[in-house]
């Protein structure tokens, strides 16, 4: 695919008061962050691009059926000068086009697609060594979990969160087959203020030695992708676990794999201060391999001693369906009995 050109596309959006009730303990970082912001989204192509130009016009459209103010550069899409020809751009544009996002007036930044690049997109923010201060919301996952480590050292909102081109909506024409059941209901709901509290129920694999039912963690969830997050440790990006949980996601199939990524991430010491483990979508989706994730959990606790929660839930990842977990927001877990347990977090 040649280059695209992107029309600028900006449409009216009736400003709302997210203001919302919240415990005095969860009104902490992000939450502020997120009510102050606006409700305009920049869209970037940090890694793959779009398909076609089809695939570019149904997952732009996604926003403008719901209202949501938007804008691209007309210069972001350039797949034929990219390396290998496979991602969005030359390394330094994408890195430019990304730090144009963080310095524009958009509050909101949006990935398209995951794939691989966003690494070398970090690697130009920091070789820049310019100072990016406004606090943004970024949404995305997978290879954006590069990223969505670096909005976790700046503690801004953030969501790991379908990217456009991986809907319901754009599969039949991407024909990727990620995320093929996912709708942008959730997260636009959030992003437009009609939700003032999500909540997700998760299956309690340990529960941890504690006595209590509530938990609670200041700096909120970090993590994305397994094999990412463990690649990140040791670098300038690794996670800091302090007062979070930790949620991790891949596509990988070895169950010895990742019995093998869990316990590096345990020796680096990033759960000795940390508040539990979340675990979506780990082992291929389908239902014969819930159970042996369970068992890949169960061994990771009985091997390490591990003594925080651990939650474990489909649909976080490259399934089918992909929900939205918050990250950097205060978030409150609650043990609730027959091996269940639910994850709120109030915006």
């Not at 009510?35 to 926003?63: C, T, W, Y």
């Not at 969005?88 to 949006?110: V, Y």
């Amino acid at each position: 695919m040649k280059k695209i050109k992107i029309i600028l596309t900006i449409f009216c959006l009736c400003f709302m008061d997210s203001r919302v009730e919240a415990s005095a303990a969860l009104m902490e970082g992000a939450q502020v962050l997120f009510r102050s912001m606006n409700r305009q989204a920049r869209i970037v192509f940090p890694a793959k691009g779009p398909k076609s130009e089809d695939h570019l016009r149904v997952g732009l459209s996604q926003l403008t059926s719901r209202d949501m103010p938007f804008q691209c550069d007309e210069k972001a899409l350039n797949e034929e000068g990219s390396p290998f020809k496979e991602y969005s751009n030359t390394h330094e544009a994408r890195a430019l086009d990304f730090m144009s996002a963080l310095e524009g007036e958009e509050d909101i930044i949006w990935g398209f697609a995951g794939g691989s690049g966003c690494l070398e997109v970090v690697h130009g923010i920091e070789r820049s060594q310019k100072s990016f201060d406004r606090p943004k919301t970024l949404i995305g996952y997978s290879d954006m979990t590069f990223l969505l480590s670096y909005w976790a050292k700046k503690r801004w909102p953030a969501f790991h969160a379908p990217v456009l081109g991986l809907t319901k909506v754009a599969d039949p024409v991407s024909k990727v087959g990620l995320n093929a059941d996912t709708t942008l209901d959730s997260i636009m709901d959030i992003l437009q203020g009609k939700t003032k509290s999500l909540t997700h129920e998760f299956e309690v694999i340990s529960a941890g030695s504690s006595d209590s039912q509530l938990y609670e963690a200041e700096n909120g969830v970090a993590g994305g992708n397994l094999m990412l997050v463990t690649e990140l440790m040791g670098t300038t990006l690794r996670i800091d676990g302090e007062n979070r949980f930790i949620f991790v996601e891949d596509v990988e199939s070895d169950p010895t794999y990742v019995l093998r990524k869990l316990k590096g991430l345990y020796r680096t010491g990033l759960f000795e201060k940390a508040k539990g483990l979340i675990v979506g979508d780990i082992l291929p989706w389908k239902e014969e391999h819930q159970a042996l994730t369970r068992d890949v959990l169960r061994e990771f606790v009985e091997f390490t001693g591990f003594d925080l929660p651990v939650l474990y839930s489909t649909g976080f990842g490259h399934g089918s369906v992909n929900k939205v977990m918050p990250f950097n927001f205060a978030t409150r877990i609650q043990l609730k009995g027959e091996g269940k347990a639910d994850l709120t977090v109030d915006f």
